[in-house]
Nanobody, 124 residues
Framework: QVQLVESGGGLVQAGGSLRLSCTAS????????MGWFRQAPRKEREFVAT????????YYADSVKGRFTISRDNAKNTVYLQMNSLKPEDTAVYYC?????????????????WGQGTQVTVSS
């Protein structure tokens, strides 16, 4: 398994932007499908975005499509989540996830490695 550490969370006003980073340990990062999930208080953890090992394929939840962008830099073992036009309903703990499986990974159960999470709070 790979070890994941998220950073970049914080407090931002509605309409603002944040960029989350997730850095992975190990030398096989480029072979992992990466994803971002979030969990708001008293809610289930939900899918946000995923990116293939090459970065060629991305997929987004409808709630963030057009506002968030997932990307990766395999040379830096890092995946990013650029979040623009933030809304109060985006407030949550954001988690980075990784798995060696290929294909369309969007469920919590699809990913075997998780970071500790980073808090994002959007004020109205």
């Amino acid at each position: 398994q790979v070890q994941l550490v998220e950073s970049g969370g914080g407090l931002v006003q509605a309409g603002g932007s944040l960029r989350l980073s997730c850095t992975a340990s190990g030398r096989t990062f480029s072979s992992y499908t990466m994803g971002w999930f979030r969990q708001a208080p008293r809610k289930e953890r939900e899918f946000v975005a995923t990116i293939s090992w090459s970065g060629d394929t991305t997929y987004y939840a409808d709630s963030v499509k057009g506002r968030f962008t997932i990307s990766r830099d395999n040379a830096k073992n890092t995946v990013y989540l650029q979040m623009n036009s933030l809304k109060p309903e985006d407030t949550a703990v954001y988690y980075c996830a990784a798995d060696r499986a290929l294909g369309f990974l969007v469920a919590v159960s699809d990913f075997g490695s998780w970071g500790q999470g980073t808090q994002v709070t959007v004020s109205s």
